[in-house]
């Protein structure tokens, strides 16, 4: 079955330092990925995809790296605030339809 | 636009019981999602309908489980019997065209069962 996963459960990171948050993921056949953010009490929001037949994209602020050879994604905040407090999830999908998620990464950002 | 609406928000209910919970998509929105996260695990995908037509059930849980999507607009899904596992954030989400493009999440239910 699908196995998506980030190292790190928790993150803390000062005001305005940048923030890196990753994820790995099992199938190979995957071919989108998507980031999402999510505060409390709100759904998940799209910050930013990539597909497989890229390695970097950049959106505001925000970067997505994907490495295939090692089945990595990892998501850059560039001058964190304290707005992007938040847990952030990974996803994957191969089928175009359904997502596979991670169990998401708490990101709280000291002033 | 507006968005994807659920709704209860908070839903609270003893074991045993039904919950009814509901999802209004987006307008225009063919494809329906349903997805489910139990506390500290991840967001795991129920079924995908498309207008009225279930595309993909494959993550329901079980036979308690029962979704419909009436006239292909908005779409319940109903719990029962609940159990204490089904406790949990109950989210939806739509999208217009085929593929995870533009999909949009509702705020999600909370169930829990007591």
């Known amino acids: 079955g699908e196995s998506v996963g980030l190292h790190l459960p928790t993150l803390s990171v000062q005001e305005g330092d940048n923030s890196i948050i990753n994820c790995a993921y099992s199938n190979s056949a995957s071919d989108y990925f998507i980031w999402y953010k999510q505060e409390s009490g709100k759904g998940p929001q799209f910050i930013i995809d990539?597909?497989?037949?890229?390695d970097k994209r950049q959106g505001q602020r925000v970067t997505v790296l994907l490495n295939k050879t090692v089945k990595h994604l990892s998501l850059q905040i560039a001058a964190t605030q304290p707005g992007d407090s938040a847990v952030y999830f990974c996803a994957e999908t191969n089928t175009g339809n359904q997502f596979y998620f991670g169990t998401g990464t708490s990101l709280t950002v000291i002033p | 636009e507006a968005g994807v609406t659920q709704f209860p928000s908070h839903s609270v209910i003893e074991k045993g019981q039904t919950v009814t919970l509901r999802c209004d998509p987006i307008?225009?929105?063919?494809?329906l999602y349903w997805y489910r996260r139990v506390m500290g695990k991840e967001i795991k995908f129920l079924l995908h309908?498309?207008?009225?037509?279930?595309?993909?059930e494959s993550g329901m849980p079980n036979n308690r489980f029962l979704a419909e999507r009436t006239g292909g607009t908005y779409s319940t899904l109903k719990v029962q019997p609940a159990e204490l596992e089904d406790s949990g954030v109950y989210f939806c989400?739509?999208?217009?065209?085929?593929?995870?493009?533009?999909?949009?999440f509702g705020s999600g239910t909370r169930l829990t069962v007591v």
């Open positions: 307008s225009g929105h063919d494809n």
């Open positions: 990539i597909r497989s037949n890229m």
């Open positions: 309908f498309v207008k009225e037509s279930k595309q993909d």
């Open positions: 989400a739509s999208s217009q065209g085929t593929g995870p493009y533009g999909y949009t």
